[in-house]
C-alpha cells in the first residue's frame, strides 16, 4: 500500500497530522531568531593585550613577538598579523576555513599561558577575542541633558547599564564618552631623586598594601564567622599615609640610626580628579555619553532591541528630568525592514501564483487546493529551519522566496493527473489514489533533481569559506520547502480531491451570463496559444541547422559577455547612515 492510499483511507488521521505541523511551523516562526545575516564563523581570533604608558617599540619587543613565536605553532592557523601601538598589542589569527574556533581559542589559552612569566608584570593579561559578528552592536544610544559629563557617566555606570543589561536578549551595555572620576598621584622627579626611590618602587608600595585578604573563620556555637582582613583604600587620606620606604634620618644618644617613615604624600601629589579622556561623544554638537547594546548569541536582535525600548521610559524615570535618551543607531530596524520586504514578496508571489493557477485552472476548488499547498510547505520548511538552527534573516528568506515558485509544481501535477481520471468517470477515492500513484515515481525524480542540484553547497559548505557559510541556508531552505511540498503532494493533495474538495467532471459544470463568457474567452486565448506554439514548432522543425547554429552564437555570446558582468563579493545597498 502506497503512502498516497494510505493517506487517502485514513483522511482524518492526515488532515489532523498536517494541522499539528502547521501550529508547530507557526510556533517556530516566532520561535526563530531574527537576523539581516546567517550565524557565521569567521575564521579570526584577536589576541589583545594592553600596556598603559608604553611605545610601540618596547610593545613589540616585550609583547608583540614573544605572543607571535608561542601561537605560531596554533593548530590550523594559516596567516598571522600584528600591530604594536602605544599602549596595546594586537596579534590577528587566520584559520583556515572548517577550523574549530572554539578548540583553537582554547590551545591558544594554553600557549599564552606558557609564556605569561615572559611578559611583562604590569601588563594586563591578554584578551582572547573570536571574530562573531553578533558581536557588533544592536543599537547606540546617546545619555545627554545639562549636566556635567562626569555626571552623565555615573547616571549611565549606576543606572542605565545595570538596567539595559538585565534585559531579556541583552549581552551588554558598554559606555563611552564623558569623565571619570579618579584618584591620581603625580610624582615630581625631584622628590624621587631626594629619597632614592624610583616609580615601579612607588607603584608596587601601593599596589602591595591596597589589598584584601581572607583570614579564615571563627566558630561559635553552630554559626561560622567569616574573617577577612581590608586593607583596601577607602580614602584619598588612607592613599596618602601609604608607607612608601625607611630612611635614616639622624642618630640618636645612643649612637643608633633613626629611621624616618617616608609616606606616600612626602614624595606624590595625591588628589581627586578625572582619568584622561580616551573618548569622546557628541549628538547634535552637544556633549554625550554614549552606550552601545550587544545582544547575546542566537538571540532575536529585532525582540532585544524591542525589550531595551520599551524599558526606556521606566530607566529615565530613575534620572533627573532633564537627562533623556537619543537613539543614534539601530541596526533592527533596518533588519526589520528588510526582513519585512522580503516576507512581503514572499506572500505577494505566492498571491501572484494562486492567481495565475486559477487563470489557467479555472476551478475555484482546484486552485484552493493548490493555493493551501504553498502555506502548508512554509510553515512545514519553517518547522525543519527551527530544528536545523536557521535563522529567519535575509538568505533564507531569499530560499523560502525562490522556492516558492517550485511549491506548487508537484501539487499541480498530482491534481491534473487525479482530474484526468475524474473526466473518465472514477470515482473520487479511485481517481485520488491512482492519479496520485502515477505521478509519484516523476514528481520525485523531478524535486530530488533541483534537491542535488543545491546538496552540494551543503555537503562542501566548509571549503566554499564564506560564501558556504552564507548560502548554506539558502540551500536548506530551499531543500526543505521542495521536499515539503512533495510530502503534500503525495499524502494532502489526494485526501483533498477526494474528502474535503471533490474535483466534478467539466460536463457536470454549467457555466452561463458572464462566467459563460469569461470561460470562453480564456478557451479562445489558450485555443490560440497552442497554434501559435504548434506553427513555431513546426518552423524550427523545417529550418533544423539554422536554429542550433543560432542557439550555438547565443551561448558563445553569453560565454564571451561574463568578463564584461563584473564580480563583488556582496552587493552595495544602500543605507541611511555613514561612517
Known amino acids: 500500500?502506497?503512502?498516497?492510499?494510505?493517506?487517502?483511507?485514513?483522511?482524518?488521521?492526515?488532515?489532523?497530522?498536517?494541522?499539528?505541523l502547521i501550529a508547530l511551523g507557526i510556533y517556530c516562526l516566532f520561535s526563530l531568531p531574527v537576523d539581516m545575516y546567517p550565524d557565521m564563523d569567521i575564521p579570526y581570533i584577536i589576541v589583545y593585550t594592553s600596556y598603559s604608558n608604553t611605545g610601540p617599540e618596547e610593545i613589540e619587543q616585550s609583547l608583540t613577538r614573544t605572543l607571535e613565536s608561542s601561537l605560531s605553532g596554533v593548530s590550523g592557523l594559516k596567516k598571522m598579523q600584528s600591530q604594536s601601538s602605544n599602549g596595546n598589542s594586537l596579534v590577528i589569527l587566520e584559520f583556515e576555513y572548517g577550523t574549530n574556533l572554539d578548540a583553537a581559542t582554547g590551545e591558544i589559552r594554553d600557549k599564552i599561558d606558557l609564556v605569561r612569566s615572559y611578559l611583562p608584570d604590569d601588563a594586563d593579561s591578554p584578551i582572547i577575542m573570536k571574530m562573531d559578528p553578533s558581536m557588533m552592536p544592536i543599537m547606540v544610544l546617546a545619555l545627554k541633558g545639562n549636566r556635567t559629563p562626569e555626571e552623565l557617566r555615573d547616571y549611565a555606570k549606576d543606572i542605565v547599564q545595570p538596567r539595559l543589561e538585565q534585559l531579556d536578549g541583552i549581552?551588554?551595555?558598554?559606555?563611552?564618552g564623558g569623565r571619570q572620576k579618579s584618584i591620581n598621584?603625580?610624582?615630581?622627579?625631584?622628590?624621587?631623586?631626594?629619597?632614592?626611590?624610583?616609580i615601579s618602587t612607588v607603584a608596587q608600595m601601593i599596589g602591595a598594601q591596597n589589598i584584601q585578604s581572607a583570614g579564615g573563620t571563627i566558630t561559635s556555637g553552630e554559626t561560622n564567622y567569616s574573617i577577612k582582613t581590608n586593607g583596601k583604600y577607602q580614602s584619598v587620606?588612607?592613599?596618602?599615609?601609604?608607607?612608601?620606604?625607611?630612611?635614616?634620618?639622624?642618630?640618636?644618644?645612643?649612637?643608633g640610626v633613626e629611621m624616618k617613615t617616608v609616606l606616600l604624600r612626602d614624595v606624590a601629589d595625591v588628589y581627586e580628579g578625572y582619568k584622561t579622556e580616551e573618548s569622546l561623544a557628541s549628538v547634535d554638537s552637544e556633549s554625550c555619553v554614549m552606550i552601545t547594546v550587544q545582544?547575546?548569541?542566537?538571540?532575536?536582535?529585532?525582540?532585544?532591541?524591542?525589550?531595551a525600548r520599551r524599558a526606556f521610559p521606566n530607566i529615565e524615570a530613575n534620572m533627573p528630568s532633564d537627562v533623556k535618551f537619543v537613539e543614534v543607531y539601530n541596526t533592527t530596524d533596518i533588519i526589520e525592514q528588510t526582513i519585512n520586504e522580503v516576507v512581503k514578496s514572499v506572500v505577494q508571489g505566492a498571491l501572484l501564483a494562486i492567481l495565475v493557477l486559477f487563470v489557467f485552472l479555472r476551478s475555484v476548488r482546484s486552485t484552493i487546493i493548490i493555493g493551501l499547498a504553498i502555506p502548508i510547505s512554509v510553515c512545514?520548511?519553517?518547522?525543519?529551519?527551527?530544528?536545523?538552527?536557521?535563522?529567519?534573516?535575509?538568505?533564507?528568506?531569499?530560499?523560502?522566496?525562490?522556492?516558492?515558485?517550485?511549491?506548487?509544481?508537484?501539487?499541480?501535477?498530482?491534481?491534473?493527473?487525479?482530474?484526468?481520471?475524474?473526466?473518465?468517470?472514477?470515482?473520487?477515492?479511485?481517481?485520488a489514489i491512482l492519479g496520485s500513484q502515477e505521478m509519484v515515481t516523476s514528481i520525485s525524480a523531478s524535486t530530488f533533481t533541483s534537491v542535488c542540484i543545491f546538496l552540494p553547497m551543503v555537503?562542501?559548505?566548509?571549503?566554499?569559506?564564506?560564501?558556504?557559510?552564507?548560502?548554506?541556508?539558502?540551500?536548506?531552505?530551499?531543500?526543505?520547502?521542495?521536499?515539503?511540498?512533495l510530502v503534500v503532494a503525495i499524502a494532502l493533495v489526494p485526501v483533498l480531491t477526494s474528502n474535503y474538495l471533490k474535483i466534478g467532471k467539466t460536463s457536470d459544470r454549467k457555466d452561463s451570463g458572464t462566467l459563460a463568457s469569461v470561460n470562453r474567452l480564456f478557451n479562445n486565448f489558450f485555443n490560440n496559444l497552442d497554434n501559435a506554439y504548434a506553427r513555431c514548432v513546426k518552423s524550427v522543425l523545417n529550418h533544423k541547422k539554422m536554429f542550433i547554429l543560432g542557439l550555438v552564437g547565443l551561448f558563445v555570446l553569453s560565454i564571451a559577455a561574463v568578463k564584461f558582468v563584473g564580480f563583488i563579493f556582496m552587493p552595495e545597498a544602500a543605507s541611511n547612515y555613514v561612517e
Not at 500500500?1 to 487517502?8: A, D, I
Not at 598621584?185 to 624610583?198: K, M, T
Not at 515558485?405 to 475524474?422: A, H, K, P, Q
Request: net charge positive; hydrophobic share 45%; with cysteine.
Open 171 to 176: 549581552a551588554s551595555a558598554n559606555i563611552m
Open 1 to 20: 500500500m502506497t503512502l498516497s492510499e494510505r493517506c487517502v483511507n485514513k483522511p482524518v488521521t492526515t488532515l489532523l497530522t498536517f494541522l499539528v
Open 295 to 307: 545582544k547575546q548569541s542566537g538571540k532575536n536582535s529585532v525582540t532585544a532591541a524591542k525589550n
Open 459 to 485: 555537503m562542501f559548505h566548509k571549503k566554499l569559506g564564506m560564501m558556504g557559510q552564507i548560502f548554506d541556508a539558502l540551500a536548506w531552505t530551499i531543500i526543505f520547502s521542495l521536499l515539503c511540498s
Open 237 to 255: 587620606d588612607d592613599l596618602k599615609n601609604t608607607v612608601i620606604s625607611y630612611k635614616a634620618s639622624s642618630y640618636g644618644m645612643s649612637g
Open 380 to 431: 512545514i520548511t519553517l518547522f525543519l529551519m527551527y530544528f536545523k538552527g536557521i535563522t529567519i534573516n535575509m538568505i533564507s528568506m531569499a530560499g523560502l522566496l525562490l522556492g516558492i515558485g517550485m511549491l506548487v509544481d508537484n501539487s499541480i501535477v498530482v491534481l491534473e493527473n487525479i482530474y484526468s481520471y475524474v473526466q473518465r468517470g472514477a470515482k473520487p477515492k479511485v481517481a
Open 185 to 198: 598621584v603625580d610624582i615630581p622627579r625631584d622628590r624621587l631623586e631626594a629619597y632614592g626611590l624610583s
